[in-house]
């Protein structure tokens, strides 16, 4: 078995070597911010895995392989913090509640030292414990009432200015990027939710890209760059997933500087592009990559956002999950024109990229570390 992950490896290695020379760093400046984010490399990290004893083993595996972007939690979609926030509503809230983390900032100073970059994800608008914590700001029933199905009212302002005061927070601490997750509509159990849409002239996906746009003033007025997690049936541009979402690539292209869709093969339907198990087929990355580029290719818009996808580092209905299916699906995303990558794995169980991206020599690493540390020091 082993045997056959190596010889799977070896057609990828000229594109991972090649992502590595322009992988990006922490720079001070803000255009080099915004090149950083463009080619970055990164993983998935939960707080309680920043605070524990592997962070630091974790560290040297990526710095090793030009891995150079750690996406960190300050909010999952449970609604708990990740560490003690300064933010009113959050404390009264009881999202603060026994935090991981002690100290973000210094968190970060360590991701620094090791010569990577920190994107700060904040998961928006599923927020289980918010919902229930404060009623008023819950997605509606059509009796009027708080719908009970752990989601906030995205066109509500209170629900925004809440995720904004937590974007304020991620870079005064030191984020080298925000990551906006769940930045979108429900679309499960909503039989009998009622948006107000109509009655206001609204759409969703107009009320996402509103939002967006507010929260990118903030971050471009610091320098940050900001990226959107989207569903990955989106790149395939069908009114009806996009509708539904109120995920619009074309809109929202436009208000940030990445896109990342969440192009896991196990989480297309059976059948999906004539697969019968789409889990096992890594390739699935490049095909809605190409999609998604040629659905921006017809918005003709003006510098829109790099296309930096999500891969399924999981077994989840991938029976054919190994080191080799990673690198398939990093071959894949660089064929279709994808700009870096970040990698996803609930458990931060990353042993199979250690195999799939090869390491790098320490002259990259130093210079890494040396920007990373000019960076902090301005910033103190």
């Not at 933010?87 to 009264?92: E, F, T, Y």
């Not at 997605?139 to 304020?168: C, F, H, T």
Request: aromatic share 8%; proline share 7%; hydrophobic share 40%.
């Amino acid at each position: 078995m082993r045997n056959r992950w190596l010889a799977a490896l070896v057609l990828p290695l000229s594109i991972l070597s090649a992502a590595t020379a322009t992988s990006g760093v922490a720079h001070a400046e803000p255009a080099s911010k915004m090149a950083a984010a463009a080619s970055a490399r990164g993983l998935y990290v939960r707080g309680s895995m920043a605070a524990g004893p592997n962070f630091a083993p974790m560290l040297d595996h990526m710095a090793a392989r030009g891995i150079d972007t750690v996406v960190l939690d300050a909010k999952d979609y449970d609604g708990l913090l990740t560490y003690p926030s300064k933010v009113s509503l959050a404390n009264a809230a009881g999202a603060v509640k026994s935090p991981p983390i002690d100290d973000f900032a210094s968190v970060i100073r360590t991701v620094h030292a090791k010569g990577l970059r920190v994107a700060v994800r904040v998961s928006c608008f599923n927020d289980e414990l918010m919902a229930r914590a404060r009623p008023s700001m819950s997605v509606r029933s059509k009796a009027g009432n708080a719908y009970k199905i752990g989601w906030l009212d995205p066109s509500n302002p209170e629900v925004q200015s809440y995720v904004m005061d937590l974007v304020r927070e991620a870079m005064d601490n030191g984020a080298d990027e925000i990551e906006l997750d769940y930045v979108r509509y429900p679309v499960l159990g909503i039989k009998n939710a009622d948006f107000h849409l109509d009655e206001r002239g609204l759409t969703k996906p107009v009320v996402i890209r509103d939002f967006v746009r507010r929260v990118h003033g903030l971050t471009k007025a610091r320098g940050i760059p900001l990226g959107l997690d989207i569903f990955g049936v989106v790149a395939f541009a069908k009114r009806a997933d996009i509708d539904g979402l109120g995920q619009d690539p074309a809109l929202l292209a436009r208000e940030c500087e990445v896109l990342s869709p969440m192009v896991y093969p196990s989480h297309y339907a059976p059948g999906f592009s004539g697969f019968d198990e789409p889990g096992n087929h890594p390739e699935l990355v490049g095909i809605a990559l190409k999609a998604m580029r040629s659905y921006l290719d017809e918005a003709h818009i003006e510098n829109p956002a790099v296309i930096r996808p999500w891969l399924q580092a999981m077994h989840w209905k991938s029976p054919t999950y190994s080191p080799g299916y990673l690198s398939a699906e990093i071959r894949s995303s660089a064929t279709a024109g994808g700009s870096g990558w970040l990698m996803w794995n609930p458990g931060q169980e990353y042993g199979y990229t250690w195999i799939a991206v090869p390491t790098t020599n320490g002259a990259n690493a130093q210079k890494r570390t040396a920007h990373v540390t000019h960076h902090d020091a301005a910033r103190r």
